[in-house]
């Protein structure tokens, strides 16, 4: 089992940079890597980005390409997602989630293909 607890949320203006972390505890060596998800009320949970946990490989929605970036301390299994320029599209509960097989780029944007969820941590961008 692993488990996943973000941190980071908040209130932010538009145009403002907000840092989500996640911390993965348990049998993270038998991660293949973590992303982010995160979903608005009445809406399908949304892929934002994935890190590949070994060979660095990153995924990244196009709504938040050139803003966002996803990265790992591999010392303290965290992943960050630091955001900038934030939009008010971009409000959300933001969900850390953990993939136990390979991804291709097809794969990484279904939440079906991951096993482990954190609670999730909101993110409100003001206009």
């Known amino acids: 089992q692993v488990q996943l607890v973000e941190s980071g949320g908040g209130v932010v203006q538009a145009g403002g940079s907000l840092r989500l972390s996640c911390t993965a505890s348990g049998r993270t060596f038998s991660m293949y890597g973590m992303g982010w998800f995160r979903q608005t009320p009445g809406k399908e949970r949304e892929f934002v980005a994935t890190?590949?946990?070994?060979?660095?490989?990153?995924w990244y929605a196009d709504s938040v390409k050139g803003r966002f970036t996803i990265s790992r301390d591999g010392n303290k299994d965290t992943m960050f997602l630091q955001m900038s320029r934030l939009k008010p599209e971009d409000t959300g509960r933001y969900y850390c989630?953990?993939?136990?097989?390979?991804?291709?780029?097809?794969?990484?944007?279904?939440?079906?293909?991951?096993?482990?969820w954190g609670q999730g941590t909101q993110v409100s961008v003001s206009s």
């Open positions: 890190l590949s946990w070994t060979g660095g490989s990153t």
């Open positions: 989630a953990a993939a136990k097989w390979a991804l291709n780029s097809v794969a990484v944007v279904d939440a079906e293909h991951y096993d482990y």
